[in-house]
């Protein structure tokens, strides 16, 4: 969506090196997730956040870390990645819990080698 | 928590057809069910969308129909279209176990042949 920006689309790196996925939102939705996608798994939430220095862990939350100091920004980074965290990740914000519409970035498509 | 299991995971049909797929959610106060469509490497879109108050909601081609009773729901696609070919997710939230986030089923991957 227009309002949702995920940088970068592609990354390669390897494993033990730290990597910051980017995600910034136009709209001042309170929350924001962060998804990732794998064969097999679908969509696994793995952080998310109530408002700017609210976050909390979601299915899948070991290896990542995520900070909000802004509303608008929830960036999401992998302290040392390993391979088993190459995935694709998407960004979602969304205007509150329970029955709002939530909304998916483009993506980040990483590879850890 | 919530738990939601779709079927099929997998389903083909001729151009013209009708698709149906169904979801079904373990935790009776979900309350919130969208529906999701995505293309081959691009992101889930959301396409429909319904609230426990209504048992029915129609956009066109596209249904949804909620039976909260046995806590089933289903997407039901009329006069399917190539372009209708992609992987469609059901997802369930509420005031119960999942704390009001989507809980996402697996997936169907359909295809329209035409």
């Known amino acids: 969506d227009a309002g949702i920006t995920q940088s970068p689309r592609y990354k390669i790196t390897e494993t033990g090196r730290q990597v910051t996925l980017m995600c910034h939102q136009t709209w001042s939705h309170s929350y924001m997730f962060w998804y990732r996608q794998d064969l097999g798994h679908g969509l696994r939430l793995i952080y998310y956040?109530?408002?700017?220095?609210?976050?909390d862990k979601g299915e899948v939350p070991d290896g990542y870390v995520v900070s909000r100091s802004k509303t608008e920004n929830f960036p999401l980074t992998l302290e040392s990645a390993t391979r088993s965290q190459t995935s694709v990740y998407f960004c979602a914000p969304r205007t509150g819990l329970w029955d709002q519409p939530q909304h998916f970035g483009d993506g980040t498509r990483l590879s850890i080698l | 928590g919530e738990n939601v299991e779709q079927h099929p995971s997998t389903l083909s049909v001729q151009e013209g057809d009708s698709a149906v797929i169904k979801c079904t959610y373990s935790d009776s106060a979900s309350n919130y069910f969208p529906w999701y469509k995505q293309e081959l490497g691009k992101r889930p879109q959301l396409i429909i969308d319904i609230r426990s108050n209504v048992g029915e909601k129609k956009d066109q081609r596209i249904a949804v129909t909620l039976n909260k009773t046995a806590k089933h729901f289903s997407l039901h696609i009329t006069e399917t279209q190539p372009e209708d070919s992609a992987v469609y997710f059901c997802a369930a939230s509420g005031y119960g176990g999942s704390q009001g986030n989507l809980i996402f089923g697996k997936g169907t991957k359909l295809s329209v042949k035409p």
């Open positions: 956040s109530a408002a700017a220095d609210i976050t």
